[in-house]
């Protein structure tokens, strides 16, 4: 495992791309598995997420070409096996993605209990209460089971929880069920809606994407397509937090302005001075201000991957500032380790934080236990005074490429070690 060593207390400012959205490139690779044909994405992002969901489909039959570039092609004219690979599984959440093209293509689906984030917190009900409307049924084994005897068949389902990765899952079996089924209470986030478009793409016929119902035209046979995925507006925000949070200024391009305006909003209520011109999204040097409360909400509201950064955010603003969680509570437990670099933060429960602001922090040594806080502890150690080290880095590394370039490119004293 690497740490990144950090010398703090320097003002971050310049220009960046980001490319694909973390979040929709998993379920699009999913996706492919539904065709022999082949398929095209372009703009994926390079991180190591997307390598593991790779060799997630070469392990089942697939030919992947193009990992570690941002065009990939894969090709799977015979699924091999119906259990991914247990180890690969456990390193990803967006594994379960998987179940339903394993359900299409081969009539079960072996899971291990998939990994991520707070696996242990995360439920995935929701997937298989969609799948088994579609026909599937549990198999009494080790971690999850399903098969589906008369194949996929389309359904009419409301979703207990608006799970992004649930909607995904029942999309990605309802596309490949011959018939209309309807999903009811369904996530709106714009890689929900990229889905939606590249299953379109594949011959399935869906509308209401980006709305709590969509109507899928499951088809017998889908086609192989090509996709250009949509900027990752989580990482245009991470970045646009970390020059806020050092008092500089940057260009981040790529992003599409509808999937900024809530960034936008959110930086705004902290004062700082930023903008959208198309897919430009520019932060200027500014004075922080509280911002009362923040609340993370379903989309359009704030997205929870952001929270972790703003709490840090807080801590550089003039007031008090009430962060509220109610999704994930383990974020803000990571950011506890914040009080050790001296931030005055008042931990309520497991899902609120009261930070109260502006507080000099001083380096240490930091724990990156999941992607998103790693990512605000890093923008911590940027502001900070002396020198911090975080690890794992390649735990921030599984949603964020070419991150060590990135942060020197800005004129951050970074250094793998």
């Known amino acids: 495992m690497s740490s990144l060593r950090i010398k703090?207390?320097?003002?971050?400012?310049?220009?960046?791309?980001?490319?694909?959205?973390?979040?929709?490139?998993?379920?699009?690779?999913?996706?492919?598995?539904?065709?022999?044909?082949?398929?095209?994405?372009?703009?994926?992002?390079?991180?190591?997420?997307?390598?593991?969901?790779?060799?997630?489909?070469?392990?089942?039959?697939?030919?992947?070409?193009?990992?570690?570039?941002?065009?990939?092609?894969?090709?799977?004219?015979?699924?091999?096996?119906?259990?991914?690979?247990?180890?690969?599984?456990?390193?990803?959440?967006g594994s379960v993605l998987l179940l339903g093209p394993l359900l299409a293509r081969t009539g079960r689906a072996e899971l291990a209990p998939p990994g991520g984030d707070f696996p242990a917190r995360r439920s995935i009900g929701t997937h298989l209460e969609a799948l088994i409307a579609m026909g599937a049924r549990q198999v009494e084994g080790p971690g999850h089971i399903l098969e589906t005897p008369n194949g996929l068949t389309p359904t009419s389902i409301y979703l207990y929880e608006a799970s992004v990765t649930g909607t995904e899952t029942a999309l990605l079996a309802a596309a490949a069920a011959n018939g209309v089924s309807e999903i009811r209470h369904a996530a709106c986030e714009p890689h929900v809606v990229?889905?939606?478009?590249?299953?379109?793409?594949?011959?399935?016929?869906?509308?209401?994407?980006?709305?709590?119902?969509?109507?899928?035209?499951?088809?017998?046979?889908?086609?192989?397509?090509?996709?250009?995925?949509w900027g990752d507006y989580i990482e245009a925000g991470s970045w646009a937090v970390v020059a806020a949070i050092t008092g500089g200024e940057i260009d981040v391009r790529g992003a599409r302005p509808e999937d900024m305006e809530v960034v936008d909003a959110v930086l705004k209520r902290f004062n700082v001075q930023c903008s959208i011109d198309h897919n430009l999204f520019r932060v200027e040097q500014s004075k922080l201000e509280a911002a009362g409360r923040i609340t993370t909400g379903l989309w359009p509201g704030f997205p929870s991957d952001l929270i972790s950064l703003v709490t840090v955010l807080a801590t550089q603003a003039e007031g008090r500032t009430l962060v509220h969680d109610w999704m994930y509570e383990l974020r803000l437990f990571a950011l506890e380790q914040l009080s050790g670099m001296r931030a005055d933060l008042f931990l309520c429960d497991p899902h609120r934080i009261i930070v109260t602001g502006p507080r000099k922090l001083y380096g240490r040594t930091l724990d990156s236990r999941d992607l998103r806080s790693g990512m605000s502890l890093i923008a911590a150690a940027l502001t900070a005074e002396g020198e911090s080290r975080v690890a794992p880095l390649e735990t921030v590394e599984r949603g964020y490429a070419q991150l060590v370039e990135r942060l020197q490119s800005l004129g951050a004293m970074v250094e793998r070690v």
């Open 8 to 93: 703090g207390g320097r003002r971050l400012s310049g220009a960046l791309s980001v490319e694909g959205n973390k979040n929709a490139a998993l379920p699009l690779l999913a996706a492919c598995l539904l065709t022999s044909d082949e398929c095209v994405l372009h703009n994926m992002p390079r991180i190591s997420d997307v390598e593991v969901m790779a060799q997630l489909l070469v392990d089942l039959g697939a030919n992947v070409q193009g990992v570690g570039t941002t065009t990939i092609r894969v090709t799977c004219p015979t699924v091999i096996k119906h259990q991914p690979n247990p180890a690969l599984v456990g390193r990803l959440r």
């Open 194 to 229: 990229e889905l939606c478009e590249f299953l379109k793409t594949l011959g399935a016929g869906i509308t209401g994407g980006g709305t709590s119902t969509i109507r899928v035209e499951g088809v017998p046979r889908l086609h192989g397509g090509t996709h250009t995925l």
